[in-house]
Nanobody, 120 residues
C-alpha cells in the first residue's frame, strides 16, 4: 500500500520556521522525484519545491527561493521541507508528491497534506 505521510505543520508567527517531513512507503522511493506542493485557501495547488532522485536537481517556486530548502534521504525514504522567514502568504495546506515518468506517462502519488498557518 502506497503511503505518503506528511507531518510538521502548525501555526507559526511571521518570520518563524517550520520543518515539514514526508515519510514514504509502498513504492520504490528511488524511482521517484519528490516535490512539495501547497494549496492556499480558495486558490489552486502550486508546486513549491522539487528534488530529483539523486538530489542533484532542485527547483523552487520563485516566492520561496532563499527561504525554503527541500532535501531527501533515500535510505530513510523521507523528504523534508525546511521553511524559514515564513510569511502570511505561505499559509496553505502542504502536500507531498512522488512522481515518475515512463513511456510518456506520469505516475504520481499524493499525501493527505499538513496545514501551515502563518499569523500573529
Amino acid at each position: 500500500q502506497v503511503q505518503l505521510v506528511e507531518s510538521g505543520g502548525g501555526f507559526v508567527q511571521p518570520g518563524g520556521s517550520l520543518r515539514l517531513r514526508c515519510a514514504a512507503s509502498g513504492f520504490i522511493f528511488t524511482d521517484y522525484a519528490m516535490s512539495w506542493y501547497r494549496q492556499p485557501p480558495g486558490k489552486e495547488r502550486e508546486q513549491v519545491a522539487a528534488i530529483s532522485v539523486s538530489g542533484t536537481n532542485i527547483n523552487y517556486l520563485d516566492s520561496v527561493k532563499g527561504r525554503f530548502t527541500i532535501s531527501r534521504d533515500n535510505s530513510e525514504r523521507t523528504v523534508w521541507l525546511q521553511m524559514s522567514s515564513l510569511k502570511p502568504e505561505d499559509t496553505a495546506m502542504y502536500y507531498c508528491n512522488a512522481a515518475t515518468w515512463e513511456n510518456d506517462q506520469t505516475y504520481q502519488y499524493w499525501g493527505q497534506g499538513t496545514q501551515v498557518t502563518v499569523g500573529s
